[in-house]
């Protein structure tokens, strides 16, 4: 990315503001950036653990998978799924809060013994999917944020602030430059002067 610039004081200036602003803003935005990256890697961690408990209970349950067959299906469904939306490192990221089941009533007397902890272990395997599901997409945000802070730190950097220095430097040349000349061209106005003087006076 060029920067455009005058060689004058105003576009000193001018650059001098935006440099200031971007060495100051850096700091953070680094600090966001390592954050992000932070919090990415825990929501990770998070899926593998989701993972490795669901994974537990589809084990559980293939042992009992004889009884699983008799079990009827319909009587648990999911309602509704609440959510809350938080705020980590700056991104709003959805948050599980509560799942609604709605289970049809059936006869404790006449449906088999296990049906109440095998509607239990299905609300846990189905409370892991869904936790997994937001895991997800907590990362999908995540890491879409991070990414851009990194090239914005890059941006920043890499190109912005070496290109500011860079202007301000040249600016800064020139003016000196153009400083000793106009100091040069004054000096021999005023040597030529003094040899006119010099020659009148004889």
Request: some cysteine; proline content about 2%.
């Amino acid at each position: 990315m060029a920067i455009t610039f005058q060689y004058n004081k105003t576009s000193l200036q001018g650059l001098e503001k935006n440099l200031k602003m971007r060495v100051r803003a850096l700091p953070t935005i680094k600090n966001k950036e390592s954050a992000l990256r932070l919090e990415v890697k825990r929501a990770k961690d998070d899926i593998v653990r989701l993972e490795s408990e669901l994974e537990e209970k589809i084990r559980a349950y293939d042992k009992m998978l004889a009884l699983w067959g008799e079990f009827d299906t319909t009587l648990l469904s999911v309602e509704d799924v609440k959510m809350d939306v938080k705020k980590i490192a700056g991104v709003r990221v959805p948050v599980l809060e509560e799942v609604v089941y709605s289970i049809k009533p059936f006869s404790v007397f006449t449906s088999p013994k296990w049906y109440a902890d095998g509607l239990s272990e299905l609300k846990k395997m189905v409370q892991i999917g869904i936790e997994k599901e937001f895991c997800a997409e907590k990362i999908k945000l995540l890491e879409y944020a991070r990414k851009k802070t990194t090239q914005k730190v890059n941006l920043f950097e890499k190109v912005q602030i070496p290109g500011y220095e860079d202007a301000i430097r040249k600016i800064k040349r020139f003016m000196e430059d153009e400083e000793n000349l106009s100091k040069s061209s004054q000096k021999i106005v005023k040597a030529k002067r003094e040899k006119e003087i010099e020659t009148t006076e004889k």
